[in-house]
């Protein structure tokens, strides 16, 4: 029987109810991440319903333990918690390539065509511990990062139990991260949706659509005339060739569509909300407009990306 302790949990605790079913794993205990309300109060009701202890980082020590498993935890964890164990990590990204905060959304505006989490060890050196697995998903050109994670978080709920077993009985083996070259991640936020500048290439502006447009991101925005627009749905538009021209102009209206040049091509913009309100895109806009840019206002709408967001990376060295 494999004796493991989890840390912190996901948002809808499900990697944990996978772990729970599986009758070769005992979950001994579990440290609460505390710096979500909604989320502490949700694992509480899970230790309870399901007899297990909540613990302190002290209390690990003192415990015969074989696996700490870090889902998301949002203080940096001092590492000499683990020394009697092995201490792995769900890292939101592939390593040993995309380290840090937010990487399989980058590596998606990076043109990437795999996301994945990666099962490590959790050391001093962020991100940089031994690999022992990675759960990878391949990504479709026009896929958004919403229906790309459901998919992973769904493997790795079916897989990680028998992983873990694996691990534990020397059947998976460590991969060392050493002297392999790494590109650093830092976290969106909300304000990296609105677009200040459209001189950008269109190839970009999609991607970054693909991962902060709404309802999984906290949404794409642009402003004109002093009001502030959500694209709710944009697409590439494959028969135009590349050209200079103004950046941010409307070149073409069509069957209530816009056409707004980019760096190096131009965007289609199918659907749009004015200040929260879904709007008709041809009694706004008219060919020649220029999308000025504007500084991101106080919205009353919901963080939609810290909310409901499905990422495993904790913000911990051990991330």
């Not at 026009?142 to 992983?163: M, T, V």
């Not at 990306?305 to 495993?312: E, I, Q, V, Y």
């Amino acid at each position: 029987m494999i004796k493991l302790v989890i840390i912190g949990n996901t948002n809808n605790l499900d990697i944990a109810a996978s772990l729970i079913k599986c009758k070769n794993i005992s979950i001994i205990g579990v440290v609460i991440d505390y710096s979500s309300p909604d989320i502490a109060l949700k694992q509480k009701s899970f230790l309870c319903d399901n007899n297990i202890k909540e613990l302190k980082f002290e209390d690990i020590i003192k415990l015969e333990v074989d696996i700490c498993l870090i889902l998301s935890f949002s203080k940096i964890i001092p590492t000499h918690y683990f020394q009697n164990t092995l201490c792995l990590n769900i890292h939101s990204g592939i390593l040993p390539k995309w380290r840090g905060f937010n990487a399989n959304v980058w590596a998606i505006i990076n043109n990437e065509d795999e996301v994945g989490y990666t099962l490590h060890e959790a050391t001093e050196e962020f991100d940089g511990g031994d690999i022992y697995y990675r759960f990878i998903e391949k990504v479709a050109p026009n896929e958004k990062y919403g229906d790309i994670i459901k998919k992973l978080r769904k493997q790795a709920c079916d897989k990680l139990p028998d992983i873990l077993q694996d691990i534990i009985n020397g059947k998976i083996l460590p991969e060392s991260q050493k002297n392999k070259k790494y590109l650093c991640c830092m976290k969106l936020r909300k304000n990296d949706g609105l677009i200040k500048n459209w001189n950008i290439t269109t190839k970009y502006l999609y991607n970054l659509y693909r991962v902060m447009g709404s309802p999984y991101g906290t949404g794409i925005f642009f402003e004109f005339k002093n009001n502030i627009y959500e694209i709710t749905d944009m697409n590439l538009v494959p028969e135009c060739d590349d050209y200079y021209g103004i950046a941010g102009a409307v070149v073409n209206i069509i069957d209530n569509k816009m056409w707004v040049k980019t760096a190096d091509n131009i965007i289609e913009i199918n659907s749009i909300t004015k200040n929260g309100t879904p709007v008709s895109i041809a009694d706004e806009f008219k060919i020649g407009n220029r999308l000025i840019q504007a500084e991101m206002p106080v919205f009353s709408t919901s963080e939609r990306w810290g909310g409901g967001n499905f990422t495993l990376t904790p913000l911990a060295k051990a991330a």
